[in-house]
């Protein structure tokens, strides 16, 4: 067993900490909460709660791992995110589906995630000295889901669907895929030791905006998700 002993001024470690038990605090909440909405919505709580329950299990090793070694959790985090993006995608498939939206669109975004995913790991590990090519390869995965959700399949249903409700919170969850899912790449550039941002961003702060990227994603993209359930369930009574 490793014993957790978190260091004075181990900053990185503290967010390890904090997003272990913001996750669980969230999973706790989407699961009580999917008995308060109408019955349509439980499966889209369920899954906001599946994603921050496979984050808090990661995280509990994760954090871990960093107190053990100091150094970054790699394979673990791409474990947790080829489980939890897909996931998100799945998201936007139930919210899409009762106007129209095809398993298709839902295979074409899990295919662009784990494309960004697969090449992102290869570019942190096994071809490091090229990272650079490797983050610009993933980049096309993550601008394919980015064009879904923003010109794609995915916001013509949403467009043509003439729920304001739905709308709103799509377009949010669009705003996610947008800012909140471009803070990965910007930690992904500190590894490169003579990288665009390293001069800047030093090489300990990539878990901290990893750290703070997911805990924005699962909860937030989970909260958002939440609260169309409810403003849907109280207009449905
Ligand atoms: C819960 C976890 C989430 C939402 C993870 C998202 C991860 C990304 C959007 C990662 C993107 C990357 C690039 C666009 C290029 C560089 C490599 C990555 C994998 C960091």
Known sequence: MILSILQPG??????????????MAATVFFFFEMGNVHGKWRTSL???GLITFIAA????????FWIATGTSPTELRYIDWILTVP???VEFYLILRSFGAKIGLLWKMIFYSVWMLVTGYLGETVFRDSSAMWGAISTLGYLGIFYEVWFGSAKKLANNSND???QKAFNTLAWFIFVGWAIYPIGYM???????LSSIIPLEA?????NIGDAVNKIGFGLVIYSLAVSS???EA
Do not use: N, W
């Open 190 to 196: 500190a590894i490169e030791t003579d990288g665009l």
């Open 233 to 235: 369930s109280r207009k």
């Open 87 to 89: 996931l998100m995608c």
């Open 206 to 210: 990539l878990d901290i905006i990893y």
């Open 46 to 48: 369920l899954i906001s």
């Open 164 to 166: 304001p409700i739905l």
């Open 57 to 64: 299990v990661h995280y509990y090793y994760m954090r871990d």
């Open 10 to 23: 181990d900053y990185v470690g503290f967010t390890f900490f904090i997003g272990s038990m913001a996750m």
